[in-house]
C-alpha cells in the first residue's frame, strides 16, 4: 500500500512559492503583549458610519442574492462617473469596469488574463508582496526593477529601460506605493508612457492608495494620452473608505481585456458580495467628505511622524502618498529584520522589515501612520529611545577602535 | 489655518505648539503666536479635559432644565440668563427655540441637592414662569467622545 503524502499532491509552482519571509517575525507580533502595531496595512478608522448603515438596510431589504458577474449595474455607473470626474477618464460601465472581490483579485485576474508561459513582468521594488507570487503562479517571469531612496523609491524611465526585453509584456506600477509612500510625479510618469508605447507594453496599475496623496491631485496612469487603452486600471475601497474588510475593488479596462478578466472571475468567483457592494455604492455616492477628512488626518500623522524620525536621526524619505513611512535605518548598522526583532522586544513596537518589499528594502522599514496621534506619539517615544541606544553604542565601539 | 489649529486642540489641547506646527506644515513661532492671539480674543477660553465620572468613585448628578420665562423689554432673554449661569451649580446655559427658553444642566451631589436648587433657586426667579427638569440617567457621548466605545481597534495581523 502507497503511504499517503500530502506534500506529493501539491502542485510544483505552487511548492516553489517562497513563504512569506517574516511570518516567523508576524508571529512574533501576535505573541507579545502590549505592543504599538505600525505593522498593519489597513486604516485605523473604522468604516464610515452611514456607509455600515446602507449596508444593514439593505440586507433589511433582502439584497442577499449573486449580482450580475461584473458587479451591480448601478455601482459601476458609479465607478465610470467617478472616474471620468475624477481623471476625465470614459469608461463604458457595461463593457469596461467589473466589480471584484478586493483589488487582489484584479490584481490576479489581470495578471492571470495576460501572462503566458516566459513572458517578463517589470515589478518595480519595493512593492506589495502580492505581483511576484502571482506572476510565477502564471507561468510568467518576474524582472525586478529596484527603485532607491535617491530617486524618491519612484520609477524612472532611464532605469526602466535597461530591464525591457523582447520578452518583455506587462508593467505594474502600483503608486502612490506600498511600502514607501513614494509617488510618480507626471514628468516621469509621460517618460515611462512612452517606452511602454514604444516597446509595446501593457501596463497594470494599481491605484488603490492614489485618493491618500499628499502633494496635490491624484493622477491615474490610464489618463496620459494613448494609454488607456494599454493599462488596466485597478481600485477599490479599502483605502480611502477605509473599507479593508468589505472586499469589494474594481478593475476599469479596453473591452477585451475585460471580457477575458470576466471569463475567469466568472468561473471563479461570480460575483462581489452584494451587502459589500451596496456598501460601496453608498460610499462613491456620499463619502467625498469622509475620505477627505480621513486623508487630512492621514496627513497630519505624516508630518509628524517624518518630522520624529528624522529627529531621531534615522535618513528619511518624505513620502507623498499612501499611509507609510520607508526610513533608512542604516545607521543603527542593523539589518531590517534585526532591526524590527530588536525593537519589538525592547520597546513593543511592531514595524515591517523592509526586505518583506523586495531585496532593494533591506536597510529599511516600514512604519504605518495609520494609527491614532496618541499611539504614534508613544510609538516615536519609544523608538527614538531605542535608536539613540544603538548609536551611542555604535559611537562607543567606533571610539574603542 | 486657525480652524485647522483649533480643530487639533479641540481634540487634544496637550499638543504643543511645536507638534501642531509640524502636523500642519507651519513655522512653530506662527503657531505659538496664533494661539496666544486666539487666547487674548477669548476664542480660546480654556484648556479643559473630559472626564468619564462613572468611572470614579466621585457621586454627581446633572439635570437638564427646560425653563419657560417672560422675556423682558430692551434685554430680551440676556438679563434672566444671566442671574441664571452667574450660579456655580449652573454648567451650561442655551437660549434655544420651541416650546421653552432656556435650557440649563445643573451639577450637583446628590439627586436632592439639585432638586431643592431647582424648587428653591430656579423657579423662584422673576421672570421664570416654569420649570421641567430631566435628570441625566446615562451619559453616552460628549463632546463628540463616545464614552464606552465598543469598536476597539479589531485589525488582525494580516500577512502583507
Not at chain 2, 48 to 70: F, G, Y
Request: with cysteine; proline share 4%; aromatic share 10%.
Amino acid at each position: 500500500m502507497t503511504i499517503f503524502k500530502a506534500q506529493n499532491f501539491i502542485n510544483e509552482k505552487v511548492k516553489n512559492l517562497p513563504p512569506s519571509g517574516i511570518r516567523r517575525f508576524f508571529d512574533l507580533v501576535a505573541n507579545t503583549k502590549g505592543v504599538i502595531s505600525l505593522g498593519v496595512g489597513e486604516p485605523d478608522f473604522v468604516t464610515p458610519w452611514h456607509i455600515r448603515e446602507a449596508c444593514v438596510q439593505s440586507l433589511e431589504k433582502g439584497y442577499t442574492m449573486y449580482t450580475s458577474n461584473y458587479g451591480m449595474p448601478e455601482l459601476r455607473e458609479y465607478i465610470a462617473y467617478y472616474l471620468k470626474n475624477r481623471f476625465n477618464l470614459n469608461y463604458d460601465p457595461e463593457k469596461q469596469i467589473m466589480v471584484t472581490v478586493g483589488a487582489s483579485e484584479a490584481i490576479d485576474l489581470a495578471l492571470r488574463t495576460l501572462i503566458s508561459k516566459g513572458d517578463e513582468v517589470l515589478i518595480p521594488e519595493p512593492c506589495y508582496v502580492s505581483y511576484k507570487p502571482i506572476t510565477k503562479l502564471t507561468g510568467g517571469v518576474p524582472v525586478t526593477v529596484s527603485t532607491s531612496m535617491k530617486d524618491n523609491f519612484a520609477l524612472t524611465a532611464d532605469h526602466l529601460e535597461k530591464y525591457i526585453t523582447p520578452k518583455s509584456k506587462v508593467l505594474i506600477l502600483s503608486y502612490p506605493n506600498n511600502p514607501t509612500g513614494a509617488v510618480l510625479p507626471k514628468e516621469e510618469m509621460e517618460k515611462i508612457a512612452s517606452l511602454v508605447i514604444k516597446y509595446n507594453l501593457v501596463v497594470i496599475s494599481d491605484e488603490i492608495y492614489n485618493e491618500l496623496r499628499y502633494d496635490g491631485p491624484p493622477l491615474s496612469f490610464a489618463s496620459l494620452p494613448g494609454l488607456q487603452d494599454r493599462t488596466i486600471l485597478i481600485n477599490g475601497f479599502s483605502k480611502a473608505f477605509a473599507m479593508t474588510g468589505w472586499r469589494v475593488g474594481y478593475v476599469a479596462a479596453h473591452p477585451d481585456f475585460l471580457a477575458a478578466m470576466l471569463k475567469i472571475h466568472q468561473y471563479t468567483i461570480l460575483c462581489a458580495p452584494v451587502m459589500a457592494q451596496m456598501a460601496a455604492l453608498e460610499a462613491l455616492k456620499n463619502c467625498h467628505l469622509d475620505v477627505e477628512r480621513m486623508a487630512e488626518q492621514y496627513n497630519q500623522r505624516r508630518r509628524y511622524v517624518y518630522s520624529r524620525l528624522l529627529e531621531m536621526g534615522l535618513e528619511c524619505f518624505e513620502p507623498k502618498g499612501a499611509f507609510y513611512i520607508f526610513p533608512s535605518i542604516e545607521v543603527t548598522g542593523l539589518s531590517s529584520v534585526d532591526f524590527a526583532e530588536e525593537l519589538l522586544k525592547e520597546e513593543k513596537v511592531a514595524v515591517v522589515p523592509g526586505n518583506a518589499f523586495g531585496k532593494s528594502g533591506e536597510g529599511f522599514i516600514r512604519c504605518s501612520y495609520a494609527a491614532s496621534m496618541n499611539e504614534l506619539t508613544e510609538a516615536m517615544n519609544r523608538m527614538e529611545r531605542f535608536v539613540v541606544k544603538r548609536l551611542n553604542l555604535n559611537s562607543r565601539a567606533a571610539a574603542q577602535a | 489655518m486657525r480652524k485647522k489649529i483649533l480643530k487639533l486642540l479641540e481634540k487634544n489641547a496637550k499638543l504643543t505648539a511645536k507638534e501642531i506646527a509640524v502636523m500642519l506644515a507651519l513655522p512653530v513661532d506662527r503657531v505659538t503666536k496664533e494661539i496666544a492671539d486666539m487666547e487674548q480674543e477669548k476664542i480660546i477660553l480654556r484648556y479643559q479635559t473630559l472626564i468619564n465620572w462613572e468611572r470614579t468613585d466621585e457621586q454627581k448628578v446633572s439635570a437638564l432644565i427646560d425653563v419657560k420665562v417672560t422675556p423682558q423689554q430692551d434685554v430680551g432673554f440676556d438679563d434672566i440668563a444671566n442671574r441664571i449661569y452667574r450660579y456655580d451649580e449652573v454648567t451650561s446655559v442655551f437660549l434655544i427655540s420651541g416650546a421653552y427658553d432656556l435650557s440649563v444642566l445643573v451639577e450637583g451631589k446628590s439627586l436632592k441637592e439639585v432638586a431643592s436648587f431647582v424648587s428653591q433657586k430656579l423657579s423662584t426667579l422673576e421672570h421664570v414662569q416654569s420649570t421641567r427638569t430631566h435628570f441625566i440617567l446615562k451619559k453616552y457621548k460628549q463632546d463628540g467622545v463616545i464614552f464606552e466605545d465598543r469598536e476597539a481597534d479589531r485589525r488582525q495581523v494580516l500577512h502583507p
